[in-house]
């Protein structure tokens, strides 16, 4: 199914437009709700408006949480994105925190990821990954043709300590040949780069090499044509920590993968999103608490435009380029990433309220890739 770079974008423009809008705390019904919200938008378009109706809009945007979220979807709904996500599949909000599979039940997580103590202290860490076609939900009721591993995009997140080796036993359930290429240090047998290296329908690969260096890095497969294999879904994030960490310790982690989907295959993307869903954070805001320190992994891995950003509204950041020196690099608001750039983010909120993260690309934020965090005392 693929749908209409216009149709959704004009989606977006009315869910930012609610952003902004007036919320009835007491609106009788859905359709009266957006009728308000619709004539309110006129009001309150200019985000600085000093009208008293749109200070009021402001003030439930950041404490009404209930009533914004009912507004956004109203809008949602009315501008003809169908339903809502189906929760029974791939859940972003989980991707957030999860790593070597610690989602899954202990005898489920044994089918996917086991790990063994090394003479040297270190730890063998063994995953059990596999490609597989699957239709992926990318916004509310639009399903994207993938080529996933482990049956979701991003893939799985792979998390080691420097010096730890890993071992990857992966095969080929799919239809077309493809590899796993890391980011990170290995030898030429393990590159899974050249035509040699490709993992055919069927078959199977393992993939063995020390975790080094420390970082966040990615891995993607690295069949052909790459930008197809790449733009299909394969690809994932692959951390790192230092052996020696001197860096302030995190309260929260969360795990961001900056992506996009060309539904109709002209070679420009009509779907932009961090893990794979449009507007879900949006939807689903994360929840972070004040003063807490959140170390946010980002990667870039948007085909078809040469660049996409990362914005946070009302703080700043300690950026660590790639995340291979303890020491910042910057102190900002925005970092710009090129297609397989990524970094480490250490962030404190120190208001409580619901505070925008988009690209600063403003037509892939109408396009998805926007999202709320929800900052509590
Ligand atoms: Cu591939």
Redesign the pocket.
């Known amino acids: 199914m693929t749908i209409k770079k216009t149709a959704i974008g004009i989606a977006a423009v009315v869910i930012f437009a609610g952003i902004f809008m007036f919320f009835s705390n007491n609106a009788a019904s859905a359709e009266t709700e957006f009728d308000d919200l619709k004539e309110a938008a006129k009001e309150c378009a200019n985000p600085v408006s000093t009208e008293p109706k749109c200070a009021d809009n402001f003030n439930l945007m950041r404490h009404g949480k209930d009533s914004y979220s009912k507004a956004q979807r109203t809008a949602q709904e009315t501008m003809g994105i169908v339903g809502e996500y189906d929760d029974n599949g791939f859940n972003p909000t989980e991707y957030l925190t999860t790593w070597n599979f610690n989602n899954l039940a202990p005898n489920e997580r044994a089918q996917y990821y086991n790990e063994t103590k090394r003479k040297d202290g270190n730890l063998l860490r063994e995953y059990w990954f596999y490609?597989e076609d699957k239709e992926i939900e990318i916004a509310p009721g639009v399903f994207f043709p993938a080529?996933t591993y482990n049956g979701q995009v991003p893939a799985p997140t792979i998390r080691a300590k420097e010096g730890d080796l890993i071992r990857i036993h992966f095969e080929n359930r799919?239809t077309?040949?493809?590899?796993m290429h890391f980011h990170g240090f290995h030898d030429s047998k393990n590159d899974g780069s050249m035509t040699e290296d490709f993992v055919y329908p069927g078959q199977t690969f393992t993939y063995e090499f020390e975790a080094e260096p420390y970082g966040i890095h990615l891995f993607h497969?690295?069949?052909v044509p790459l930008k197809q294999?790449i733009a299909?879904g394969?690809y994932g994030a692959y951390i790192v920590e230092p052996k020696n960490d001197t860096r302030p310790k995190p309260d929260k982690e969360l795990v961001m993968v900056m992506n996009a989907f060309d539904t109709d295959l002209d070679g420009e993307n009509e779907v932009y999103a961090v893990n794979s869903k449009a507007f879900y954070y949006a939807l689903n805001p994360i929840k972070v608490k004040k003063d807490e320190l959140i170390r946010i992994y980002l990667i870039n891995i948007v085909e078809n435009d040469p660049l996409n950003s990362f914005h946070l509204h009302a703080t700043f950041f300690d950026e660590y380029k790639t995340g291979t020196k303890q020491e910042p690099n910057a102190y900002t608001d925005i970092v710009s990433m090129v297609q397989g750039e990524r970094s480490i983010l250490d962030v404190r909120f120190n208001y409580p309220g619901m505070y925008m993260f988009h690209a600063h690309v403003s037509e892939f934020t109408e396009l998805g890739w926007m999202g709320f965090f929800d900052v509590t005392e």
């Open positions: 490609a080529w799919g077309k040949p493809h590899t497969c690295h069949s294999h299909k394969l």
